[in-house]
């Protein structure tokens, strides 16, 4: 089994930075894709951010430019750095993880709040 812990949410003000990081622990072989989904209230999930074992990343057109994503594959660890945050970014962040066998695990969750 794989188990993704989260950290590093909370509350900011518009124009802020927050950054999150997603440590994965387990029975892991191989990882192809880490990265990050949120959902807002009322919303479906949507991805925002992914970076495959090859280092390419993928980004919502929402967050690109003001998002980064990386990886410490040492570590199975991804990041989210969030930069110039809006209150549209206010979220449940998870992360998420694809096995090389193709099999997904999700975080439990971390609460991002973007307001003055």
């Known amino acids: 089994q794989v188990q993704l812990v989260e950290s590093g949410g909370g509350l900011v003000q518009p124009g802020g930075s927050l950054r999150l990081s997603c440590a994965a622990s387990g029975r892991i072989f191989r990882i192809n894709t880490m990265g990050w989904y949120r959902q807002a209230p009322g919303k479906q999930r949507e991805l925002v951010a992914t970076?495959?074992?090859?280092?390419?990343?993928n980004y919502a057109d929402s967050v690109r430019g003001r998002f980064t994503v990386s990886r410490d594959n040492a570590k199975n660890t991804v990041y989210l750095q969030m930069n110039s945050l809006k209150p549209e970014d206010t979220a449940v962040y998870y992360c998420y993880l694809r096995t090389g066998g193709n099999y997904n695990y999700w975080g439990q969750g971390a609460q991002v709040t973007v307001s003055s």
């Open positions: 970076v495959t074992s090859g280092d390419t990343t």
